[in-house]
Every structure is written in C-alpha cells, then in structure tokens.
C-alpha cells in the first residue's frame, strides 16, 4: 500500500516515514502543499491513504483537502494537527478528512488509525489477500503459506520483498512489466539501480521455494513478470 505523507517538521517526518516502511507501507513525502500536489497531479490514483498536516507552508493541508474533495478524488486522509479544540476538530473533518491526530500523538496510535482507515474505505483492500495457499495478513502485516495439514507457516521477508509478492498477490496471471513494478513500489524522486526489479524478484523466488513457489513468478521475456498459482 502507498501512502501519501505531506509535513514539513522534518524529525517529524522521518519518524512517520520509517515507521510505515517498517510496517511495509510505501511512502511519499511531501514537505510542502504544493511538492504534495505535484505528487497527487502526477500519480493520485496510485494512493491507497494520505496523511496531510494542517500547517503546511505554500498551500495548507486543509485546503489541499478541499482540492482533492472537488475533484471528487475519494482518497482517505488523516489530518495532523496540534489545533485540538473541537471546533477546528469540526472544521477539519467536514472540509473532507477522514480522521484527525493531534499532535503529540505515539507511532502505535497513527497506525491504528491508518488500519481503522483502511476498514472503513471500501476501495482499499480487505484485512486479507488470498491466492491459493497463500494468505496475507494485513493486520499482522504478515505473509503465511498453508501446508498440507493445514499448518500456517510465516514467510519470512524483508519489506521490499512483501511489498513485491503483495502486488503479484494483487495482479494474479497478469503481466505486469518491469517500469510498473519500479513505479508502484519505489519512491518517487528516488532512483534505483537499473537492475533494482530482477534483483528483488530473485530473491522473491529463493524466499518462496521451501514452499514449491520458485516458479511462480515466471519471466515473459521482452514483456515483463507473471504470478501464477496453480493450486
């Protein structure tokens, strides 16, 4: 899952950004209104939440809110704020956010509330993602092959690696090519290695083959990958 993260304190911001990479979301962070809008002119569809503060230089959050809501753009948002009083409280959600934070808040508590997000919007995927043996649990943020004996075993992976089998998990039998991996699940502004795409799905396939998925994703030569469970 991409997030969309726009605040400009940058402890702040880093704080945030490595804690949903270390819970396998993908994140881009904007530290202006008007670096977030270039991001949302660019890509919008390709977000599954965002996360705006209030007081943003060059174009507040609140009204990047406003933005987005006359575009009948529906991407949830949680609004971050240290306005605590329940008019501004009022204001923020009936402008169009879908949860407020106020600041200080703990890492712990911005995550529930990103899960709670995730729950109530129905364009966001289920709590579970099932093809064939494989379950992924979002809320353990956990990948688990059933056995024969019907035995859960964790997979263990890193988060680019979770984040790559939950997309094929997404586009089961689709081919999908190499500059839509790179651009749905690196970073925007953040260029990898030319061979970044290979290199990760080889891993794939050696964390995958104890559980007779080494060929799974399979290579369609001058085209791209394809994921493809027959059981």
């Known amino acids: 899952m991409r997030i969309l993260l726009v605040e400009d304190e940058p402890d702040l911001g880093k704080a945030i950004k490595r804690t949903l990479i270390q819970h396998n979301y993908i994140v881009d962070w904007a530290q202006d209104g008007e ?6 002119e660019i890509g919008s569809q390709i977000y599954t939440l965002g996360i705006f503060d209030w007081l943003l230089p060059k174009i507040l959050g609140i009204d990047l809110i406003k933005q987005l809501r006359k575009q009948n753009n529906p991407l949830p948002i949680l609004i971050l704020t240290a306005k605590d009083s329940e008019e501004d ?13 106020v600041k200080p808040f703990g890492m ?5 509330r990103l899960r709670a997000l995730q729950r109530r919007s129905p364009q966001i995927a289920p709590q579970q993602l099932k093809l064939g043996n494989i379950t992924l649990d979002y809320g353990k943020y956990a990948i688990f092959y059933q056995d024969i004996q019907g035995n859960n075993q964790l997979i263990e992976l890193t988060n680019k690696e979770f984040q ?11 081919i999908v ?15 990898p290695m030319s061979n970044v795409v290979a290199a990760q799905i080889r891993l794939l396939r050696h ?3 104890p559980y007779g998925g080494d060929n799974w994703i399979k290579t369609v030569y001058g085209l791209g990958y394809q994921f493809v469970v027959n059981h």
Request: charged fraction near 25%; charge should be negative.
């Open 35 to 40: 670096e977030a809008l270039s991001f949302l």
């Open 89 to 101: 409280k009022v204001i923020g959600l009936d402008t169009g956010a879908d949860d407020y934070l």
């Open 108 to 112: 712990a508590e911005l995550l529930a």
């Open 164 to 174: 790559l089998l939950e997309y094929f998990m997404q586009h089961p039998n689709q």
């Open 177 to 191: 090519t190499r500059d839509q991996l790179l651009s749905q699940l690196w970073e925007w502004g953040n260029e």
């Open 207 to 209: 964390k995958l083959a």
